[in-house]
């Protein structure tokens, strides 16, 4: 028996490219790149995959290793294949209820959050944390920033309930 939930991709006239299983409960959150070759997904909780959506072929994936990371948006960038991945991490202080654990034997998160932070990612591997941010406002203590990267893949939005932020992205490729 598999948990999580599996992943179907598409062509726009609706054959089937590629399934998935993807591990993980709850929310579903994905992303195209602005030319619709890539799509990045995460089931929340310490995992993001990276597809390449003509082939549907899952280029890699990402797992953190603290069990209280919570993926809620992504964001990337085609030109280098970079995903952006919105971040929360819970706090945990000794002697509270904070969760219950799941098949995985991993902490479900059911607490306050301490650290909201955007994570580059590139071939499976973490290259840079920008962050913090601000952490009022929220509608749910797991949410993470917003992300979006504009159409000529030379800035990435990030937004959060009270404030955005416009990063410049210099890819060493001329720019």
């Given at each position: 028996?598999?948990?999580?939930k599996y992943l ?23 992303a195209f790149s ?36 919570h993926f809620s ?103």
């Open positions: 028996m598999t948990r999580g179907v991709i598409r062509e726009r006239g609706g054959r089937l490219i590629a399934e998935h299983h993807v591990q993980g409960e709850g929310n579903y959150y994905a602005p030319d619709e070759r890539y799509l990045g997904v995460t089931p929340g909780p310490w995992k993001v995959y990276f597809f390449e959506t003509e082939t549907g072929r899952l280029l890699w994936e990402y797992a953190d290793r603290s069990e209280m990371t948006s992504v964001a990337i960038l085609p030109s280098l294949r970079l995903l952006f991945a919105g971040r929360s991490e819970a706090v945990l202080k000794p002697g509270q209820f904070k969760g219950s654990i799941d098949e995985l034997n991993r902490r479900v998160i059911e607490n306050e959050t301490k650290d909201r932070s955007i994570y580059l990612l590139a071939n499976g591997h973490l290259m840079r944390v920008l962050g913090p941010f601000p952490g009022e406002g929220y509608e749910t203590q797991l949410q993470a920033p917003d992300l979006r990267i504009s159409k000529d893949g030379k800035s990435l939005l990030v937004t959060t309930p009270r404030k955005f932020f416009i990063y410049s992205i210099i890819t060493g490729k001329g720019q």
